[in-house]
């Protein structure tokens, strides 16, 4: 599954910015609602690969980035729920996603 990827990236990143630490507590992301990531598909997948982890009380705190993109025809800033969006404006299909693609991880803690 893409989504268990994903996870295992999240951790490994996690991971190499421990930094001497031996407990990792908390690993916040930002993920875009554009990103092509199915939110519930990776907390199940990190909620299975924690478990047969060293950090079995790990939590991920998954801020949503929400989608927006800019028509090149008529110029106007929409709001995007999937990747390739109708302009509401003027109904081309020229809208370029400007945010929602993002994935990182912002923050961790650890112990
Ligand atoms: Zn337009």
Not at 40 to 51: G, I, P, S
Request: with cysteine.
């Amino acid at each position: 599954m893409h989504e268990m990827s994903i996870a295992t990236n999240i951790l490994e990143i996690a991971e190499q910015s421990m930094d001497g630490h031996d407990q990792l507590l908390s690993i916040s992301v930002e993920i875009g609602e554009l990103a092509g990531i199915e939110f519930e598909a990776l907390e199940f997948c990190f909620e299975a690969l924690k478990q047969s982890s060293r950090y079995p009380d790990l939590t991920l705190d998954i801020t949503r980035i929400p989608g927006k993109g800019n028509c090149r025809k008529c110029g106007v800033s929409v709001p995007m729920k999937e990747r390739f969006a109708v302009c509401p404006e003027c109904g081309g299909y020229t809208v370029e996603p400007s945010q929602g693609q993002e994935l990182r991880v912002t923050s961790i803690e650890v112990e």
